[in-house]
């Protein structure tokens, strides 16, 4: 089985532009999520989605990050414009579905440096 | 609000020994926990897990201890082996099925 697909792997920007990242979860998967990773701490979820709905997209700052997952499948999230707190890598993770059987597969993350 | 916290950044232990892992939680509402391992460059991989109706979980070398009344569970490596060294994240789930993760404790197991 595949594993959930995330790229690019390392990103450089300077304050103030956009970046993408985009994720391919485990096919079949209909939950997908995105987690921010700062250094020295744990992920924290910036979104979730059901299929093509999002279920929660509390702790994501509307303001300048946004996501969308097209058809279902792949998803990308977009930063506009990036700060510098933003550094971080951001993780990928999909799951059969949204609950406690925990089939939580991550990809291997992009890392973010905003300068 | 840190609701999942892992007050120990590092622990270092001797191969063949035990290594513990320990984890706090302030909302009673989680009802499901779990242990990652991640290693650098790569994401988290899913390790143990365990219901809050249980206080054991055990597999193979690995076993999850909780304790409700305490809000606190371990993660215990026992024989520890070089391997086995990682940053390992403690998370947490409740009604809303979205993982709360701690800040991660980094692993080394020294030969």
């Known amino acids: 089985e595949a594993g959930v697909a995330q790229s690019p792997r390392y990103k450089i920007i300077e304050k103030r532009q956009s970046v993408a990242f985009w994720c391919n979860p485990i096919s079949g998967h209909a939950t997908l999520y995105w987690y921010q990773q700062i250094l020295g701490q744990g992920p924290k979820l910036l979104i979730q989605f059901q299929n093509n709905g999002v279920v929660d997209d509390s702790q994501l700052p509307k303001d300048r990050f946004s996501a969308e997952r097209l058809k279902g499948v792949d998803s990308t999230l977009k930063i506009q414009p990036a700060k510098l707190e933003d550094s971080a890598v951001y993780l990928c993770?999909?799951?059969?579905?949204?609950?406690?059987?925990?089939?939580?597969?991550f990809g291997s993350g992009t890392r973010l440096t905003v300068v | 609000d840190q609701q999942v916290k892992q007050n120990s950044p590092s622990l270092s232990v001797q191969e063949g020994r035990i290594s513990i892992l320990n984890c706090d939680y302030t909302?009673?509402?989680?009802?499901?926990f779990l242990w990652y391992k991640k290693y650098p460059a790569e994401g988290p991989t899913f390790l143990i897990s365990i219901s809050s109706i249980k206080d054991k979980n055990e597999d193979g070398r690995f076993t999850v201890f909780l304790n409700k009344s305490a809000k606190h569970l371990s993660l215990h490596i026992v024989p520890s082996q070089p391997g086995d060294s990682a940053v390992y994240f403690c998370a947490a789930s409740g009604w809303a099925q979205k993982l709360v993760f701690g800040q991660g404790t980094r692993l080394t197991i020294n030969p």
């Open positions: 909302n009673s509402m989680f009802d499901y």
């Open positions: 993770a999909s799951s059969l579905v949204g609950g406690k059987d925990y089939g939580y597969t």
